[in-house]
């Protein structure tokens, strides 16, 4: 990462309690992603509507347990995308619970992926008044 950078040199933000066992960076889940890696983002409507990761497939966190048999036929790696990382764990230790062992979260959300995997991915925050972006 670059001086001045959010992130450490795995790219995820200063001081992120990082979990190997159920987390993948979002630049190490981006490289996967040519290797057979499916990724799950389980945002809003509304934010996916803000910034997209456009090879994601999009299940909002409240209907995945209903939709889960959509992931079935993928055996391959399996990761989940939210905001900032925490809707993303819950939905990864959901999908393992379901059947899915190898489900991952990525570590910081889209959030650490703009910064670290790619930049062209617009990073938004929620306020008051909903969200925004801000990059």
Known sequence: MAAGSPCDSRGLPAGYPFKPDYEITAADARAALAHGLLLVDVRTSEELDLARIPTATHIPLNELERRIDELADHDGPLAFLCHHGVRSMKAALMARALGKP?????????DAWSLAADPSVPRYERGLLGYKVVK
């Open 102 to 110: 190898q489900a991952m979260s990525v570590a910081g959300g889209i």
